[in-house]
């Protein structure tokens, strides 16, 4: 197996959404290449071994599986808007892509695609220049990209005609980043969407979507539609990257000034010496080398 | 002899219809193949240099292929790229270039290579004479052991499918590729039969026979297909059979082992880069010549609609002229020169002393007036000779389908300049002719009239028709960024009185700026490397950001909201009211 890193290794990660689990059956998938095992007994307990019969630690929270396979070295992430009463708290529904799942993340902090992957719903191919916008890395190490606006037709199921939409983002841990976006109706308060991302291999990810929405003029089933909708756009592409890992070295991919919450989150990886799914600096003469230690078919 | 220097043949001519995009393999490495619609077949390597995707699900738009995850475009046969969506109002770095494989087209078949010598693909029985290509057959084995089954390939002659005794015979042989003749009844056909390294453990078979057109192509495929099914068949079993570690994996190369190059320091001055030959002059207006320059050797490079070439004349002098070509044109650069009464020299030994055949250094093309393309219309004004750039431009929008007019003001019909091209791009086109000053004037009015949000306007013409142009839209309410400007020449007198003193930035170098020097000549006198173009404040070429200080504008490239921010500079003509000038550079 890959040599993972040891953040991640103590970190914790999604495994399932609860919803897709049975009573007294056994789910298989995979973390860092490795088989795991979830099992949920008929007093919704859930258990988590590795193939090899280790069990790790799990929790259940926000409607997913977490496990740890090490150490925790802190909590799971807290959401204050799923506890707000007034939103739709979902999980909605998860999807395998193939490819790293540090692409997928980078592709959720991307505006500059929305006039093509998305046409037509959050961007439109005659309105595609992306503003300047602020990026930052905070206190707490997070990476926070501010005043980012991109005219979108269709921002939100319940939105009518076009919209000026607000985005902000944040780049929590290498595998899970969230996105606030001004709701159509209540313009002074934010949707939420974080994605969780499991590395199933190195160039194999499921993705985790998770959102807080305002319930006002929407319904649950709408904002999942609408989410996969988005997504199932984006796979494609995503699993039509060269190479599939992501590569941190900033000559290896040309970056432009829209770029500049995926520059940093590309030296955000590197400083922190993240290497499962992407490609390192100093292996970059091996810049295309698959790196296929996992083998899922 | 190493397999990288030879020629495969990676797809059929057939695989590349109109628009189409074709993905092919070769040794490890992933191709986009296109044809544009000048029939021109690119092979590029398959990922976009932004983010990776691949380009063999890119769309082809005739003239530039178009990456479908962040629109970038890169032109046809030089694969540059023309333009970013994201930054609508700038140019492309000239370095975002995309790796281009050579690509030859014969006997049915495209033929390229990593690094391929020679000239190409040579079978002297298949030269000027129909062929039929087979289908191709993909075979999961190295390719060493499908040339060793392909030696027993036993078919029957094209006219001769039911044959009872038909002799074979090998008549080259080498480790990919084989030519066998079958005759049966004094009747025969040859063939070729190529094995294709797609990567170590794949092939896929490729053949063209000599072919007649009386006879029926579809028993003959057949016939091939079958025949060439059965080697697949054997090689699989065999292949399959074999532990994989005893098979030789192929000397693979990996795509894009090299990454794309750094930004280039800007060339200091005025470089002449290319050498071109004339290879048409011709008259295409009253007093305006055009010319066609093709490169000696090797190919041009990628322009975008906008951008201009400095000419650097055998007589020393240094001129610059507008593309005025279409998109993805780069087989020739065509520019158009009018003969200036009061010109300085430039136009007249263009216009008189050059002719066919004479050779000419040229710079790579700049582009300071960049076209945007999400405008939700486009209006082009051209006066005179101004049409140069302005002409790159509409055919731009004309083959993207993007609303435009061209509005093209000149002294009568003899003089409207590539007037051939002209009526290729329809109603779109507007002449205004033998207008006087204040008839000129009422026509911008009225152009000018409608403004809505995300229109876009370009003006390129004389001095006067410029500074009308700016008057009357500002009167209009036009928003600054929405009105570009190309300058032939910069009609302000140049007050170079001031003394000031620089610091750079980047270089941690203190200058002092006496009167009677550019910034420019000072940058140049200090070895410090500065691009320039028409060294006269028009062009935009010299373009520094300022980090402090206060420039003294003197140039017509820089819009008013620019200068007012104080954060650029053009500085071969500008120079500073504050005593210091911070330049980043």
Redesign the interface.
Known sequence: MTQVDSTLISDWHVVADIETLKDDTITTTYLFGERIQIERNHLKSISVTTDSGREVISRQKYGFVWVCLGEPGRPIIEIPEAEENDRHVITGGSMGVHVSGLRVVENFLDMGHFPFVHDGYLGVETNSETFPYQVDITADDEIVATDCKFFQPVASPNAEGGIMADYEYQVLRPYTAVLYKTNPLQPHRKDYIAIFVQPAGEEHCIVHPFLCYLKDGIDRCTVRWFMQLIFGQDKPILENQLPKCLPLDPRAETCIASDATSVFYRRWLREHNITYGAIPIDSASNFSESKSGDIIR | MTIESIWFPIAASDDLPYRHVYHAQLLGT?MAVWRADDGFVNIWE??C??????LS?GINEGVELKC????WRYANRTAGCTY??????NSPART?QNRVYPAIERYGLVWSGIEPEGEGPNFEFLSNRHCLVLRAVSINSPTNMVIEELRKYQFHPSSQLDAKHVEYEVVEWSTNTLIVQAQSQNFSTTALLIAQPVDSYKTVVRGVIEWDDGLEDIPVLRHHAQLINQIRNRVESRAASIPVAELTPLNMI????E????PKQPESGRFASYQVTIARKWQTAEGVSAFDLEPIKGVLPTFQPGAHIDVHMPNGLIRQYSLTNGPGQTQHYTIGIKRESNSSGGSHYMVDSLHEGCKLDISEPRNNFPLRR?A?ETILIAGGIGITPLLSMARLLDHANLPYKLHYFAQSEKHVTFGEVLSKLGSSVVLHLGLGDSQTKESLHDILSIHQKRMHVYVCGPAPMLEAARVTALKIGWPDEAVHFEYFKNPNAIDDSSEFEIALARSCLTLKVPSGKTIVEILRHNNVAISTSCEQGACGTCIIDVLEGEPDHQDVYLREFEKAGHKKIISCVSRAKSKRLVLDI
């Open positions: 992933e398959n990922r240099l932004h983010r990776g995707v691949r699900i479908q995850y962040h629109g970013i969506p994201a930054h609508p109002a975002i990996k795509p894009s082992q990454f794309p190059s750094s999400d939700l």
